[in-house]
């Protein structure tokens, strides 16, 4: 076919053309456009390649492009910044000194997803997205990327109905960008994904904002989201060096892409840290998809000491920035010393 002979651009295979149909769809299906149950919860097994939705994604994103769901909880594939899918299926979270008695399961690392043919289901425990209505039975790697490919982030979904129409998202895709998925890169402090705006919102579209709702979602942690930081916190994190050097570092080489902030300058490969009207934001705490710490922590919320991650659960230790026994947790890197 002469296609494909034409050098394909980014993108190529999500945006490629009816060719491409029938790397996901089986060919009957993809022409007549009779797809309406993308989980296959009707038992037709016929117009999706493989299984779900989010199995049909799996089969090339779990180990390859990107690395989504790596082969054990134990040893992850380097991460491009999303976080990998593979921390569900996890033991036990819980590294406070009552996680063995108190094992917190690998379903709360991040999102669940109903992917029976790699070993995930949908989340038993919580039925919503807290903060907001969407259903955890609906939850699939396109809840939030849309297969057919957009111009967007990620070809993340922006404002209009998602989900087959049971869902609408009021909010814009975030403004960023982010490491190749086709290549070995992994995400280090300078390069990583480049968040410029909107991300808080975004989440909004299913979570609110969820922090930040007087308690009514959250009696144990209020914070705000999608604010600027101001120059008292902008100082703070370009002068953070890890606990053990709270004030030695340096504006030039400050970016921690463990806790990213936004700003509409930031670029892939930028070590600065943040100005006066940089932003918090939900991925400034959190991974898009999973981590080996509840919540989709980007660190583990529920350790004092960053090197007791994994002491108690087993579980992967998330790599200590700042090597040292002192760490503590990256609340510091914006509120200083005891933050
Ligand atoms: C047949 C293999 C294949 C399947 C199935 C597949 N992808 Fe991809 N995907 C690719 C390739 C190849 C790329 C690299 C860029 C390109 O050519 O589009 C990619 C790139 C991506 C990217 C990154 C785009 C960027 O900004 O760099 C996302 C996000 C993505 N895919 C999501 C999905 C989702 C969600 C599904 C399931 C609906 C899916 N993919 C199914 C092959 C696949
Ligand atoms: C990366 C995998 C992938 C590729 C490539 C792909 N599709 Fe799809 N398509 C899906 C998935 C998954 C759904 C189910 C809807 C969902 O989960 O959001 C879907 C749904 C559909 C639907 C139902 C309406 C809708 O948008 O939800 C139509 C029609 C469709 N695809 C046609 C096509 C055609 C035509 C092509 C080629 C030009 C194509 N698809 C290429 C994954 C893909
Ligand atoms: C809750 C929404 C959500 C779901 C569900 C989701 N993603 Fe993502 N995904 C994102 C966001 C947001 C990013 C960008 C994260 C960042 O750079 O911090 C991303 C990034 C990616 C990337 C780029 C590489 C990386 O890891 O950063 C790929 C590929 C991808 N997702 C594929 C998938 C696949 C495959 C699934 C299902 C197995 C999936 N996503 C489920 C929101 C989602
Ligand atoms: C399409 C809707 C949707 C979007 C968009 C979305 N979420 Fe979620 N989220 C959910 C649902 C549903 C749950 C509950 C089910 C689950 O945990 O698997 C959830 C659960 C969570 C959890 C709790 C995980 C746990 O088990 O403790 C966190 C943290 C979270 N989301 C953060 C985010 C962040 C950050 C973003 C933006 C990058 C985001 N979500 C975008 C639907 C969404
Ligand atoms: C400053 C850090 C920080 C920011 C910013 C942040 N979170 Fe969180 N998030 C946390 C912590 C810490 C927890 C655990 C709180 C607890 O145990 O009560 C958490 C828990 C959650 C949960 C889990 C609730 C549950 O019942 O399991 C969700 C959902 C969530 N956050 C979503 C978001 C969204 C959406 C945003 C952006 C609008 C966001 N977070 C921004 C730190 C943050
Ligand atoms: C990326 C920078 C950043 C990180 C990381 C961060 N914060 Fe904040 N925090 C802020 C900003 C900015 C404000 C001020 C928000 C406002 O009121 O405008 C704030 C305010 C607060 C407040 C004041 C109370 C409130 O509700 O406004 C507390 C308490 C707090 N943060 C605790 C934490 C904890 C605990 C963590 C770690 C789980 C954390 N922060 C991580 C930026 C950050």
Known sequence: MLALLIPFPAFAFHEGGVANCKGCHTIHNSENGNLVDPDNRNGDPAYLRVGTASDLCLSCHATTLGSELSASPLSPAPNKGGGDFVFLKANNLNDASTGILNPIPGSAAGHNLNAPGHGLAPDGTLNRAPGGNYSSYMMSCTSCHNPHGNSNFRML???????????????????????????????????????????????????????????????????????????????????????????????????????????????????????????????????????????????????????????????????????????????????????
Not at 258 to 281: I, Y
Request: contains cysteine; proline residues 6%.
């Open 157 to 339: 979904y922006g404002v209009g109905h998602v989900s087959q129409g049971n869902f609408t998202f009021l909010a814009p895709a975030p403004v960023a960008s982010g490491l190749s998925v086709t290549d070995g890169s992994a995400e280090s402090n300078n390069l990583h994904t480049a968040y410029r705006s909107g991300m808080s919102a975004w989440c909004g579209n299913c979570h609110g904002n969820y922090h930040d709702n007087g308690g009514a979602n959250n009696t144990v942690f209020s914070h705000k989201s999608g604010v600027v930081l101001g120059g008292d916190i902008a100082t703070i994190y370009a002068r953070y060096n890890g606990t053990d050097f709270p004030t030695s570092g340096s504006f030039a080489t400050a970016y921690l892409a463990q806790v990213p902030f936004e700003d509409a300058l930031a670029t892939v490969t930028g070590t600065q840290g943040p100005t006066a009207t940089s932003k918090v934001m939900c991925l400034s705490c959190h991974r898009a998809h999973a981590s080996s710490a509840p919540h989709a922590g980007r660190w583990d919320f529920n350790v004092s000491f960053l090197n007791q991650d994994g002491m108690v659960s087993g579980s992967y230790p998330i790599p200590n920035p700042y090597p040292g026994p002192n760490q503590r947790r990256l609340c510091e890197k914006c509120h200083g010393l005891g933050g």
